[in-house]
Every structure is written in structure tokens, then in C-alpha cells.
């Protein structure tokens, strides 16, 4: 299995230089086409470069799950990762779930191998375009992430994974700037992204304390905006990994985020709102590595 997932993998992917939207969609297709009972195309919208956000609907369960991949557009080893898993969810789906997976969301980002996403007002980074309890500017200032916001309320997404590089850790909310970064599930988010970190060895911890502060991250928002079983995946140790790095990330990574979604809570967490205050003095740093 893994073996024919990274075959697929070295067509849709070259090195970071060479990443281009139109190469993944031929990806999602191939798998479609290979999967075609298990799998259903899915247009979250428009971007502001004027490209579909596109992706996978994978099985047709009552549990519905997300992986998306590229808030970031310069790290492509999330977007191999978000492949790898679709290929693999294709060919043998959760049983009792429906799996969405996104692989690119900063198309623009992803096409000129750049962090940030080409918005009307400048360039943005869309992993602090998200509301949140200490975001002090605007949000949803991309049509991206306001298209993902509303997916995953439309969809009732249970559990949701979002894939990054690079710090090797699976980490859990809250992680915007508080010291009051525990919520009401500490122990089942560990529990849960020890799950998703058999194979890889990575790190688990909270996202502020083990990474840092960054408000209006989406991880952070569909925690607190709906109770969803949000996990981080900081994959590898580089944003220019190699098809072989590439490799590993697929082969540690996509057992855990089939163990993840196999074992959350079939249903939203009820206690999700942030109930602590907000600390100004430890605001986000300007630190940009996840």
C-alpha cells in the first residue's frame, strides 16, 4: 500500500521550486478514478487567486472527519502527507466516517512556494486569519479561510487535523497568547495525539507551551468556535524536504491520523469556550516556523 502511495507522491510532487496546484488536482483525480466507490470530488470555493479550492470526500460515514493541508504555501511536505493520506483513506476508508481532505488551501502560496497567500489587502498568513478569543485585528481577510470556516460548520467536522512543517510534534489548544492554555480535555488530547505519534516519535504537547503563541490559527478556532477535536500536526524538520523525507512523513504520519480519528469522540466537545484572559505581554511571536 504505502509503496504505491509514494509512487503517486513522486509524480505529483518536485522539489519546492517546482509546486503547482495543477499537479495535485491531477493527483485528487487519479485517486478518484482509481477509488471510484469510496471517493467523491468537493469545492470548498473560490480562492482570491480565482482557482477552486478543491478536494476529497473519502467514505460515508456519520463521523466526519478533515485533514487539510497548506495554510502555509511554502510547505509542500503537507500537502505530499494530505495526498498520501487520501490515497491511503481511498483504498481502505474508517469505517463510520467520512474523511474530507484538503491539500492545498494557499493555492497561491502553494504555486510560488511562498508562506503566505496574495489577498487583496497584501499578503497574508492564513494561519492567523481565524477569530479567535486574543485575535485583535481582522479576520477572514482570504477567501480561503472563510470557505474552510464554513465547511466545517456545514459538514459538522468532529475531529480535524491541520498538516504543517516543520517541528516534529503534534500539539493540542490552546496556543494563541494566554497563560491559560489548558482546557477542560488536556487528557484526551494527549491521550489522542499520542495515538497519532506511534509510528512518528514526534512530540506531544500543548501548542503554545511546546511551539508558541500564535493567534488566529484555525486549530485554535474550530476548537473553540465548535468543540472539534483539533490536533496540529508539525511534520519533519524542514520546509524543503526531500521526496524521501517526503516519504517518511507519509509513512509516519498517515497510521496516526487514522488512529486519531479512530479513537476521538464520536461527537463535539460540549466545554469549549475560553474561559481565561487573554496576555498581551506574551503576544504571539514573531516567529514563523509552524
Known amino acids: 500500500m504505502l509503496q504505491i502511495i509514494f509512487s503517486l507522491l ?12 495543477s499537479t495535485v488536482l491531477d493527483g485528487l483525480k487519479k485517486i478518484q478514478q482509481e477509488n471510484p466507490t ?5 469545492d470548498l470555493g473560490m480562492s482570491d487567486s480565482g482557482q477552486m479550492i478543491s478536494g476529497l470526500k473519502i467514505g460515508n460515514g456519520e ?12 510547505e ?17 476508508p474508517l469505517a463510520g466516517h467520512t474523511v474530507y481532505v484538503i491539500p492545498v488551501l494557499n493555492i497561491s502560496g502553494y504555486n510560488s512556494s511562498n508562506r503566505y497567500e496574495k489577498v487583496p489587502s497584501g499578503m497574508l498568513d492564513d494561519n492567523r486569519d481565524y477569530p479567535g478569543p486574543c485575535v485583535q485585528g481582522k479576520s477572514f481577510q482570504s477567501k480561503a479561510t472563510k470557505a474552510l470556516a464554513d465547511f466545517i460548520d456545514k459538514k459538522n467536522i468532529v475531529a480535524s487535523a491541520t498538516l504543517h512543517t516543520y517541528w516534529p510534534a503534534v500539539l493540542y489548544p490552546w496556543g494563541f497568547s494566554t497563560n491559560d492554555v489548558s482546557t477542560q480535555y488536556d487528557s484526551q488530547f494527549i491521550s489522542l495525539s499520542k495515538d497519532a505519534t506511534v509510528e512518528s516519535g514526534y512530540d506531544v504537547g500543548n501548542s ?3 511551539l508558541y503563541a500564535a493567534d488566529g490559527a484555525f486549530e485554535d478556532y474550530a476548537f473553540w468556535q465548535h468543540g472539534i477535536w483539533s490536533l496540529l500536526f508539525e511534520m519533519g524538520d524542514s520546509h524543503t524536504p526531500s521526496q524521501p523525507d517526503m516519504d517518511k512523513m507519509v509513512a509516519t504520519n498517515v497510521p496516526g491520523l487514522r488512529r486519531f480519528f479512530e479513537n476521538a469522540p464520536k461527537t463535539r466537545a460540549e466545554n469549549h469556550a475560553f474561559t481565561g484572559k487573554c496576555d498581551y505581554n506574551r503576544a504571539q511571536q514573531r516567529v514563523h516556523l509552524e
Open 10 to 21: 513522486v509524480s505529483i510532487h518536485a522539489p519546492a521550486a517546482s509546486t503547482n496546484y
Open 208 to 210: 503554545k507551551v511546546l
Open 63 to 74: 463521523v466526519a472527519d478533515l485533514i487539510v493541508a497548506t495554510h502555509h504555501g511554502n
Open 38 to 42: 469510496t471517493t467523491q470530488w468537493i
Open 76 to 92: 509542500y511536505g503537507s500537502t505530499a502527507v494530505a495526498m498520501g493520506a487520501a490515497a491511503s483513506f481511498a483504498k481502505n
